[in-house]
Nanobody, 118 residues
Framework: QVQLVESGGGLVQAGGSLRLSCAAS????????MGWYRQAPGKQRELVAA???????NYADSVKGRFTISRDNAKNIVDLQMNSLKPEDTAVYYC????????????WGQGTQVTVSS
């Protein structure tokens, strides 16, 4: 069973930066996609950014130009660099991984809190 462990959350002022890191317990090479989701209080979980096994990336419109996702298959980590943070970025951020072989299997981390003060 693969485990995903997030780190790097915290409290930051608006305009600041944070870097989230997701470490997998095993190789991430077999994952078709990895990414970050977030969930704010009272809202649904939403995709923030994702990176596929071929290196292609996808971002939510709200974070384009501010956030950058990167994937290091050698170190089995996926990072999310967040710049120019806004109060509306406040949420619990979850690492996600998807593997598709005969069926789709999704893995989730436990989440890390990001709070942006105004």
């Amino acid at each position: 069973q693969v485990q995903l462990v997030e780190s790097g959350g915290g409290l930051v002022q608006a305009g600041g930066s944070l870097r989230l890191s997701c470490a997998a317990s095993g190789s991430i090479r077999s994952f078709n996609a990895m990414g970050w989701y977030r969930q704010a209080p009272g809202k649904q979980r939403e995709l923030v950014a994702a990176v596929s096994s071929d290196g292609s990336t996808n971002y939510a419109d709200s974070v384009k130009g501010r956030f950058t996702i990167s994937r290091d298959n050698a170190k089995n980590i996926v990072d999310l660099q967040m710049n120019s943070l806004k109060p509306e970025d406040t949420a619990v951020y979850y690492c996600h991984a998807r593997r598709v072989i005969l069926a789709t299997v999704n893995y989730w981390g436990q989440g890390t809190q990001v709070t942006v003060s105004s």
